[in-house]
Each structure stands twice: as structure tokens, then as C-alpha cells.
């Protein structure tokens, strides 16, 4: 299971911390990846993170903004979002893809 969290409705320019709790798999194992939907348009990949930490890859629009990290001890992968702009509201879900699991969404609004 995934449970995303973290969300919010804040400003142009302000910063958020998305956090992604796994359990019931082994987490250390899989990559893991931050999706994003904006309504009306298809979800889109934001950013991945390999098993080990070691590897990233980004969106090329919110690459320099945006941060993806993991946790294999507390088994958290987190998205650090600064420099927020209206382009990135959207719901947000954490997904251990080539396992199948989708976290719930976290609703992140940004306002001009």
C-alpha cells in the first residue's frame, strides 16, 4: 500500500513537501515514481527515483524545482515542489509502478 500526503493550496512561488508512506512490499526493492494529473489532461510522469536512491529523473518542467528523494529505513519516498507555479496544480500520487501500487493522490493547488 501507498499513502500519499503532503498536499495543499498555497502561492505562486511557495514550496511543498510531499510525503508517500509504503508498507506491505518490500520497498528497498522498486523504483519509485511521483505522477501527476491536472484536470482535463492525461497523468503525466513528474519525476522517479531508483531502488537505491542513486538515480533520478525529472520532468523537463519541473526539473530544478522539484526534488524526489527516499527513505529505505522509514520506507518514505518524498517530492520537495519550490518555486510553485498555477501549471503545477494537480492531484499527485506516489506509484511503485512495476508493482502494480498507486497511492491515493495528494490535491495540490497553486494559486497566481
Known amino acids: 500500500q501507498l499513502e500519499d500526503s503532503g498536499g495543499g493550496l498555497v502561492q505562486a512561488g511557495a514550496s511543498l513537501r510531499l510525503s508517500c508512506a509504503a508498507s506491505?512490499?518490500?520497498?528497498?526493492?522498486?523504483?519509485m515514481s511521483w505522477y501527476r494529473q491536472a484536470p482535463g489532461k492525461e497523468r503525466e510522469l513528474v519525476a522517479t527515483?531508483?531502488?537505491?536512491?542513486?538515480?533520478?529523473n525529472y520532468a523537463d518542467s519541473v526539473k530544478g524545482r522539484f526534488t524526489i528523494s527516499r527513505d529505505n529505513v522509514k520506507n518514505t519516498v518524498n517530492l520537495l515542489m519550490n518555486s510553485l507555479q498555477p501549471e503545477d496544480t494537480a492531484v499527485y500520487y506516489c506509484?511503485?509502478?512495476?508493482?502494480?501500487?498507486w497511492g491515493q493522490g495528494t490535491q495540490v493547488t497553486v494559486s497566481s
Open positions: 527515483i531508483s531502488s537505491t536512491g542513486g538515480t533520478t
Open positions: 506509484t511503485a509502478l512495476l508493482r502494480g501500487y
Open positions: 506491505g512490499f518490500t520497498f528497498r526493492s522498486y523504483a
